[in-house]
C-alpha cells in the first residue's frame, strides 16, 4: 500500500512510500537535499519499521528539533499503527 506523509518542521514537505505488513520500499522525499535523501531511500529500502525508526528517530537537523530522517520514522511508525 502506499503512504502519503506531511512532514513538520524539514525542508522535506512530504514522504512516500509502501509500506508491506512493516517492510518498507520505495521511499520518496519530496523537497529537502536531494543526495542525502536518495542515500536515506537506498539504505532504508526493504528494512522493517523497527529498523528505521531505530536509525533514524532521534536525528535532529542542525538546532531544529526533527530531520528528514526522523521524520521518515515517524511516518513509518504511523502507516504500520494505522494499518494495523
Not at 517492510?23 to 543526495?35: A, D, L, Q, S
Request: proline share 2%; charged share 25%; net charge positive.
Amino acid at each position: 500500500m502506499r503512504y502519503k506523509y506531511a512532514t513538520r518542521g524539514t525542508c522535506t514537505r512530504e514522504i512516500d512510500f509502501d509500506i508491506n505488513g512493516n517492510v518498507i520500499t520505495n521511499v520518496t522525499f519530496h523537497g529537502g537535499c536531494p543526495g542525502n535523501l536518495a542515500a536515506i531511500s537506498k539504505v532504508v529500502d526493504g528494512k522493517t519499521v523497527e529498523e528505521i525508526e531505530n536509525w533514524f528517530k532521534d536525528i535532529k537537523c542542525g538546532t531544529k528539533p526533527t530531520s528528514c530522517s526522523s521524520q521518515l520514522a515517524q511516518a513509518v511508525r504511523k502507516a504500520y499503527d494505522e494499518l494495523n
